[in-house]
RNA sequence: GUGAGCGUAGCUCAACUGGUUAGAGCACUGGACUGUGGAUCCAGAGGUUGGGGGUUCGAGACCCCUCGCUCACCCCA
């Protein structure tokens, strides 16, 4: 083999047939989210890395190690996007569209862009289906989009998973909680691993997150953020699960899911699965109550959730089947002229293809058997003369002749039924 | 960024302890077969064994470097 060009690390050619799974999930998902009365807003892949910086948050991974930065002809420090949510605020401040009836409902699916070193269920470039609430602090919103999600994953026959929720507070409670937590660790700090003494200071929320026992041991006795609530957002989390219980969903109190983005309170989710190595949530979202006044826009409560769509994929074991089509055969210049014309008519009602290069016709139906062709039609001698094609049903083998008004006809009243 | 495993034809894999000109199945193209496909048979095309260096009379195999893929850690979709 020559030198290769081929598709940089972490990213992947999506090829036929595998694209009419992503086209059904899409959807699907399209048709999920506008009934719950979201909109598709769709946001420029680059942005400002200033954005993210700002908005993802300037301690989270994303933005300290996994961010596409370049700089641009213009000297501009652009990224593309590691994630949807900070664009849609972006949107809404740049075009004022708080100043419509809110809350507000928008979707998006696309790619998304992470430095990260691929594995199984992560990738580089990778897509998230991304749905967005603002302005709607009833916590029975939260409620609803877990169980939008739930509807979701339905549609799309996934049913082995779990979903967990947490409560990661607010500016006015986590503060002291991580204070508490904090000094916890230090009085054990000695016992603790190298990393989790690292945690210490700069994510003592991971702490909980160590897989060796020893830690995990100290980690039990160690203070809970959902024991440890103010009173509005201990409200909000009491009332969240309420309305889950409403709606009979079952779910799992993680007091363990921090979830790597800076910018959320109150409310986190996540829905896992044992089918998916190591990489096993699916989905996962919150809110960020926070960020639109961050950006100097009105102080808008945000909520909301991302799928990732090759992880949905890789759990849908359904092929969508190829749809009916005509391969056409001919087997003269006259016949390839009747040709020409009669698949552009019937195209107006089924999928035709037509080939150019000369064959047999022995070596036509070979093709289009090879092709999955589910009729051929037949123009040859016998067909011009008399101005009748021969229709042939691969499968069955079934064939009879049609005038060209006839055949028409014929796939019409088909695609009516 | 750290660690481990793996790189032979488009795909799946062979090639003994290092030993001729690196093979097979599937797929592809053509033919047997000039108006009836799926089957069978024949033929063709397809490789710098990921790349570079080293050891050796001799390397697909052994050693070093490098690139790539995969999985895991960190973190996340």
Known sequence: MKKKVTAIKGTKDILPPETRKWQWVEERART?????????????????TELFEKGTGESSDIVLKEMYTFTDKGGRSLTLRP???????????????????????????????????????????????????????????????????????????????????????????????????????????EKLCPDCQR???????????????????????????????????QQHFIQFQHYLQVLGISYRVEPRLVRGLDYYTRTTFEFVTSALGAQD????????????????????????????????????????????????????EEGKEEAMKLAAELRKEVDCLLEYKPRSLRNQLSRANKLGATWTLIIGEDE??????????????????????????????????
């Open 32 to 48: 999920v989210f506008e009934r719950y009365g979201y909109r598709e807003l769709r946001a420029p892949v680059f942005e400002a």
């Open 83 to 189: 994630e949807y949510t900070p664009s849609v605020v972006r949107a809404i401040i740049d075009h004022r569209l708080y100043l419509q009836p809110r809350p507000l409902r928008f979707y998006y699916i696309g790619p998304m862009f992470r430095y990260d070193k691929p594995q199984k269920g992560r990738y580089r470039q990778f897509h998230q289906m991304d749905i967005e609430v603002f302005d709607e602090k009833d916590p029975g919103i939260d409620a609803e989009i877990i169980q939008m999600a739930t509807v979701l994953l339905k549609q799309v026959g996934v049913a082995d998973y779990q979903i967990l929720v947490n409560s990661v507070g607010c500016p006015r409670c986590r503060p002291s909680y991580i204070q508490k937590l904090r000094e916890a660790a230090q009085k054990v700090r």
């Open 199 to 233: 945690r210490i200071e700069i994510n003592p929320l991971r702490l909980f997150d160590c897989k060796i026992e020893t830690c995990q041991a100290l980690a039990a006795n160690f203070p809970k953020i959902t024991d440890n609530l103010g009173e509005e957002c």
């Open 281 to 332: 949530a699916i989905l996962g979202g919150g809110r960020y109550d926070e960020m639109m006044k961050q950006f100097g826009g009105p102080d808008l409560c945000g909520i909301g959730l991302a799928v990732g769509v090759e992880r949905l994929l890789s759990l849908i074991k359904f092929q969508p089947s190829n749809p009916e089509f005509i391969y056409i055969i001919y087997l003269s």
């Open 384 to 417: 011009l003369k008399t101005g009748r094609f021969t229709l042939k049903h691969m499968a069955s083998g079934h064939q009879a002749s049609y005038s060209s008004a006839a055949l028409l006809e014929h796939f019409k009243s088909r695609g009516d039924q």
